[in-house]
């Protein structure tokens, strides 16, 4: 009886010891090979601040095993920053985010560890190694499986910066620019003549709009499938407001369907300023510049109807266009309109200039406002413009003459100073 | 004293000036400008898609009162956008998104709105058809010299190309990666250059068609 009962609690502890092991974290000497393996912790630099970069070097045999960052801060709090992380991924980032602000606080003292693992890690595991204050470096077993466990790092600290010196090119960049700005305002104020060459494009406003009001058809003018925020789009309301005076003077209708209700409420305050400057506030009218939908085809659509319905006799595509620009082109040319098109997007041009009449290419968009304005302060900014277009040119030889004297000739001092020329122009 | 257009004008400068020193000055209040602008932005964006529905269901009410030619489809917008509007919002409480795979807003999105969109798309495939004979006629030398190299760039992309000649792909991707490209980069750095004026004229009152 007495040995039943011993072999029994033998039996009992056996179980218990062999059950509590499957569960629990034992740790080995170094049997996962993971020599050169370590992870280093710095602030983000040039960022505002509550960011850290974590980083880490491997040997090539580690390629395919995962990584899990803890971190500790001075409190002693334990947070899991990623878990399973292909080792080959090199770097992640613990930063304070819109849905996690308090991630990482500024000043405080925050201690990394890394857990190698062959296998994508478990969620029992993550949650003992949460519980641990402090892990030593090594190999350890948990329900069968290795992994490692790396050194961790030193405190690591993090700080806003006060200046972004990854921009430094683009300051001096600003500073130059500024200047040539200033020196030709100066010039225009003083009262110097300013050239700017003919834009085809933009002598034919007046002529698509005579030709549209001796028809009797309304005017179209889209501003494609842009925001408010996009320069295209704002050097097309700038050539709204050109376009609407000539509308108001010819007293004719012109009609803005727009894809964003931002750019519709500002169409229909350009519109109505225009035809007001122009004398005839009593012909605009606000349902002319409507909304039609937020939706690249569907707005592709509702606009091609309006124009197969409203036959207009002058089309202007001035905005950001992208897939819908040639379907809105071929339907204005179908009509017989003349059309007169600008975009900024170069992938874009190509339809344009097949479908429309006149298309402004590029900066002529850009440049439209004050073509069509010819004023000497506005002139200033285009003779500017054209003087650092000669800086850049100059500066592109002078790239394309010293890379052939050092990736042609291997002339290593063209080497460093092509290497020097391309850390400065890069952002 | 800043009165009339000086006052938008003067909001624009002071604006344009704080978001060129948060491009350089990361440290807070500078850093988050940009994000908190963005996020205005969007605020009032929302307002004003208010403004967009009601000129957009206005139209079509005008329309359908007054009989227009095709009122029918006005009839269709109007019913199609309350009925998305009623089951969008429908699924949103019984399912807390209106995007949920069983919704019934995810079945017309599905089949309607989607094959809509293909429908308009591939529409594109027969402009560009059209565009191109237009374009590719041999009317002058721009043209021919047009129409050579687009049957050289579009042979050299197909299998028939390379079987013509092994150097036909290698000449389409030199045209591609030489000429073209430097044609394309040289009207983006007049693109940027322009945006640059653009912004600078703005942001010193010397470009004001934009102000109402």
């Not at chain 1, 305050?269 to 039609?292: C, H, Q, S, W």
Request: net charge negative.
């Amino acid at each position: 009886m007495l040995k039943r009962t011993l072999l029994l609690i033998l039996f009992l502890i056996l179980s218990i010891s062999l059950f509590s092991e499957n569960d629990s974290l034992i740790f080995l000497e170094n049997q996962f090979p993971c020599e050169g393996f370590y992870i280093t912790g710095r602030d983000i630099p040039n960022d505002g601040g509550s960011g850290i970069e974590i980083n880490w070097s491997f040997p090539d045999s580690l390629d395919n095993c995962f990584l899990t960052v803890l971190r500790r801060d001075e409190f002693g709090n334990n947070s899991v920053v990623a878990t399973d992380l292909l080792v080959s991924s090199k770097q992640v980032r613990d930063v304070s985010s819109d849905e996690e602000p308090s991630r990482v606080k500024d000043g405080i003292k925050y201690y990394y560890t890394g857990i190698l693992s062959k296998k994508i890690i478990d969620e029992n595991l993550l949650n003992i190694l949460k519980e641990k204050s402090y892990l030593k470096n090594g190999t350890y077993i948990f329900n069968n499986d290795t992994f490692y466990v790396t050194s961790e790092t030193d405190a690591v600290i993090s700080k806003a910066s006060w200046f972004n010196l990854s921009r430094i090119p683009v300051l001096i960049s600003l500073i130059i620019i500024a200047f040539v700005f200033l020196y030709y305002l100066n010039l225009a104020k003083s009262g110097k003549e300013l050239y700017i060459r003919k834009i085809n494009g933009l002598d034919a406003v007046e002529e698509a709009v005579g030709r549209s009001t001796e028809m009797g058809k309304p005017i179209m003018y889209i501003l494609g499938i842009g925001y408010v925020t996009d320069i295209p789009t704002i050097a097309g309301l700038t050539i709204l407001s050109r376009v609407s005076k000539k509308v108001a003077e010819y007293e004719t209708k012109i009609l803005v369907p727009s894809y964003d209700p931002v750019v519709m409420t500002t169409a229909q305050e350009v519109v109505k300023e225009a035809f007001t400057e122009a004398g005839r506030p009593d012909l605009y009218n606000k349902n002319d510049i409507m909304y039609i939908t937020q939706d690249q085809f569907g707005y592709a659509a509702g606009v091609d109807g309006m124009m197969m319905r409203e036959k207009p006799g002058a089309v202007f595509l001035q905005g950001l266009f992208f897939a819908e620009s040639l379907i809105l082109a071929e339907t204005g040319h179908s009509i017989g309109a003349i059309q007169i098109s600008g975009t900024t997007e170069t992938a874009q041009l190509p339809f344009f200039v097949a479908a429309c009449d006149y298309t402004l290419i590029g900066e002529e968009m850009m440049a439209a406002s004050v073509y069509l304005q010819k004023e000497p302060m506005m002139l200033s900014s285009i003779a500017a413009e054209d003087l650092l277009k000669v800086f850049i040119m100059l500066l592109i030889i002078a790239g394309f003459v010293i890379s052939i004297f050092a990736f042609g000739f291997n002339i290593g001092l063209f080497k460093n100073l092509f290497d020097h020329l391309v850390n400065a122009l890069q952002v | 004293m800043l009165k009339g257009k000086g006052i938008p004008i003067f909001i624009t400068f002071l604006t344009g000036m704080i978001m060129i020193i948060s491009f350089f000055i990361p440290h807070k209040p500078f850093g988050d400008i940009e994000k908190i602008s963005l996020t205005w932005y969007s605020i009032i964006a929302g307002f004003t898609m208010l403004l967009g529905v009601d000129s957009l269901i206005g139209m079509h009410f005008r329309k359908l009162k007054r009989k227009d030619e095709n009122w029918f489809f006005s009839l269709v917008l109007i019913i199609g956008f309350t009925a998305t509007v009623v089951v969008g919002i429908i699924e949103t409480v019984r399912f807390g998104t209106a995007f949920d795979e069983r919704s019934y807003f995810t079945y017309i999105y599905n089949y309607f709105i989607v094959p809509l969109q293909s429908t308009m798309f591939s529409l594109l495939a027969f402009f560009i058809a059209s565009a191109a004979y237009r374009a590719f006629r041999a009317r002058n030398f721009d043209a021919t010299l047009l129409l050579i190299t687009a049957i050289i760039v579009m042979l050299g992309r197909v299998p028939l190309g390379e079987q013509i000649s092994p150097y036909l792909p290698k000449f389409t991707e030199w045209i591609m990666q030489v000429p073209q490209m430097a044609a394309k980069r040289g009207i983006g750095l007049g693109i940027s250059l322009g945006a640059l004026g653009v912004s600078i004229r703005i942001i010193l009152g010397i470009e004001r068609s934009y102000l109402s």
